[in-house]
Nanobody, 122 residues
Framework: QVQLVESGGGLVQPGGSLRLSCVAS????????MAWYRQAPGMERELVAA???????HYTDSMPDRCTISRDYSKNTVYLQMNSLKPEDTAVYYC????????????????WGQGTQVTVSS
């Protein structure tokens, strides 16, 4: 089985920075893409940023010019560096990945982490 485990969330003051990490572990044959989503209370989950296996990135308007997604392919890890945080960035941040496992190399499955809370408040 595959697990995605996020870390790095917490309480930060407005204007501060956080770096989220997500490690994928298990019977991983290939990770096609990794992404970060967030879900604020009472809101739908939304995509923040994504990164393909080839390094291409996609950012939405969720955090324009305030976040950077990166990957460490050797560690099956994706990061989200968030700067100039605002109270409206408060949400649970989820890691998402499209992965092929050794048990079924022909099928790409989508996995979610359990989420990490980010609270921006003074």
């Amino acid at each position: 089985q595959v697990q995605l485990v996020e870390s790095g969330g917490g309480l930060v003051q407005p204007g501060g920075s956080l770096r989220l990490s997500c490690v994928a572990s298990g019977s991983i044959f290939n990770i096609a893409s990794m992404a970060w989503y967030r879900q604020a209370p009472g809101m739908e989950r939304e995509l923040v940023a994504a990164m393909a296996s080839g390094g291409g990135t996609h950012y939405t308007d969720s955090m324009p010019d305030r976040c950077t997604i990166s990957r460490d392919y050797s560690k099956n890890t994706v990061y989200l560096q968030m700067n100039s945080l605002k109270p409206e960035d408060t949400a649970v941040y989820y890691c998402n990945a499209d992965i092929r496992t050794y048990e079924n190399r022909r099928v790409t499955r989508n996995f979610w982490g359990q989420g990490t809370q980010v609270t921006v408040s003074s």
